[in-house]
């Protein structure tokens, strides 16, 4: 893969703004006047899962949080500083958005450090404490799967975070107040880098199905593709 140059980001720009701010749909003059999305989602870091780009969205579709491993904490109202949840609360009260997406993907490193363990005698580790958020998952995911190899516990941990933060979602207030009457709904997905796919935790069956199958595979195969609605 090429390594791309500061040259090349500055022409990437000149690109975008030909996209949206030449032509008949000069998107940007709409959007100078505020934002509007109805999304807000909640990513990972990782340079390879772009929501803007894995979703095809234009400016002002979604709202982003991207952290490492695409993690939500409790609700906690400590007096520190709390980018995740003070993000989070814009997005439903101020924004008042109709949906909160998580999406986790495969080959998270993140995930890995955590199943891995941290390196003891670190004067700082903002990763190691991060990471913590999804310490009952590693627990449970080491202790039912003990059998299974690596890669499958790293995969169930990478799926059982985004439900961990599908839970630590609702214990904020101003979310499970409005997912209770119905004005918020919430998803975790889970993008499948190794084939192209998409699944979706469905909570009636407690999990994840595929939403977009793989282009290699028929739609005539045993996997059921899903037809996705909000509740």
């Not at 803007?52 to 234009?58: M, Q, R, Y």
């Not at 997912?179 to 918020?184: N, Q, S, V």
Request: charged share 20%; proline share 5%; with cysteine.
């Amino acid at each position: 893969m090429e390594v791309r140059n500061i040259q090349q980001f500055i022409e990437g720009f000149q690109r975008f703004q030909s996209k949206y701010f030449a032509g008949e749909d000069k998107l940007f003059e709409k959007l100078n006047h505020g934002q509007n999305p109805t999304t807000l989602l909640i990513g990972c870091c990782d340079s390879r899962v772009d929501p803007a780009l894995l979703l095809d969205c234009d400016p002002g579709d979604i709202f982003v949080v991207r952290n490492v491993a695409n993690l939500v904490p409790p609700c906690n109202e400590s007096a520190q500083q709390h980018g995740v949840s003070a993000a989070i609360q814009f997005a439903v009260e101020a924004l008042n958005v109709k949906r909160i997406i998580v999406m986790g993907h495969e080959k998270c490193g993140g995930i890995r450090a955590l199943m891995q363990g941290y390196q003891p005698g670190r004067k700082i580790d903002f990763i190691g404490r991060w990471m913590k958020i999804a310490e009952p998952v590693k627990l449970q995911v080491k202790q039912q799967l003990a059998h299974c190899s690596e890669a499958e516990q790293l995969r169930a941990c990478e799926l059982g975070a985004v439900i961990n933060s599908l839970n630590n979602l609702r214990s904020f207030p101003w979310v499970s107040e409005r997912e209770a009457t119905g004005e918020l709904a919430l998803h975790g997905w889970y993008f499948d880098m190794s084939n192209g796919a998409l699944l979706a935790y469905s909570e009636r069956s407690d999990t994840f199905l595929p939403m977009v199958c793989p282009l290699n595979i028929s739609s005539k195969t045993l996997i059921p593709e899903v037809s996705y609605s909000e509740p």
